[in-house]
């Protein structure tokens, strides 16, 4: 495994808030060459620290007004409830993210919808009907700033 230095960290950290940056525009902010950028970001890519590229969609933009992250317990535990869980809620496509999480609940889902009575459609029909759900928290997203990651 190899050492990272600062430079690695800072481009990581630049890519992090935008993917789209050249490695030429990465070395003449970073004071490298081109070459020498690139050289770098296709070690990162190698040892797997660069998993990929993303875009960030502006969900207001497309039609979508509220994000609500909620909280779910699931009513009963075991391996096959998880996966059937897992397996119907990633097929709603107003949930952007799961993830499976220790503590007061079991999982916690990122919700789009158009309105709050679009999110109350969405949560009654779709979400509520979801094998295995028992408590579930809602929590409506007021605003959100974009950070670099942990780096």
């Given amino acids: 495994m190899r050492a990272w230095d600062n430079i690695d960290y800072e481009i990581l950290r630049e890519l992090s808030m935008d993917a789209s940056k050249s490695a030429g525009g990465l070395g003449r902010q970073l004071g490298l060459s081109q070459p020498a ?16 590229r993303r875009i960030d969609l502006d969900a207001e933009a497309l039609g979508f007004g509220v994000t609500v992250f909620l909280g779910v317990k699931l009513a009963t535990k075991g391996r096959v409830s998880l996966d ?11 949930v952007q993210t799961v993830q499976h999480v ?10 789009v919808a158009k309105d709050i009575s679009d999110f109350e459609r969405v949560l009654r029909r779709r979400i509520m009907g979801l094998p295995g759900v028992g408590d579930v928290e809602a929590n409506v997203l007021l605003s959100e700033e974009r950070l670099a990651g942990p780096i």
């Fill in 37 to 52: 950028t690139w050289r770098r970001i296709n070690r990162l890519k190698e040892a797997g620290v660069l998993a990929g």
């Fill in 84 to 94: 059937d869980f897992e397996r119907a809620v990633t097929a709603i496509p107003e």
């Fill in 102 to 111: 220790l503590g007061l609940y079991d999982y916690r889902l990122r919700v």
